[in-house]
Nanobody, 125 residues
Framework: VQLQASGGGLVQPGGSLRLSCAAS????????MGWYRQAPGKQRDFVAG???????DYSDSVKGRLTISRDNAKNTVYLQMNSLKPEDTAVYYC????????????????????WGQGTLVTVSS
């Protein structure tokens, strides 16, 4: 497995979760890493991304509530999720943009060519 996501679960509205995604070194090293999510019956949407140097980008719907980070020594990317809302309920996927530009975060789906298996986040009371 080249990307392994974990940390999903059931949380009440207003609660927090931290997702993790461990990657193989060849995929992680130097590349933009991203998180996408897919709610039932909807398309997979960009959530957040981070360059190797720590430049980040967020979708408007999560800005100020979710924080992406990476530990380059552990080949792991994280998504800290605070103030969760029911509309955040989705399967969350981590992804790597291997071979793409490394200096800015891309939101282009097709540039993410390695994907984890997804982890389900359910926000409900």
């Amino acid at each position: 497995v080249q990307l392994q996501a974990s940390g999903g679960g059931l949380v009440q509205p207003g609660g927090s979760l931290r997702l993790s995604c461990a990657a193989s070194g060849s995929i992680f090293s130097g590349n933009v890493m991203g998180w996408y999510r897919q709610a039932p019956g909807k398309q997979r949407d960009f959530v957040a991304g981070i360059t190797n140097g720590g430049i980040t980008d967020y979708s408007d719907s999560v800005k100020g509530r979710l924080t992406i980070s990476r530990d380059n020594a552990k080949n792991t990317v994280y998504l800290q999720m605070n103030s969760l809302k029911p509309e955040d309920t989705a399967v969350y996927y981590c992804a790597a943009a291997v071979g793409s530009t490394r200096t800015v975060v891309t939101r282009t789906f097709r540039e993410y060519n390695y994907w984890g298996q997804g982890t389900l986040v359910t926000v409900s009371s």
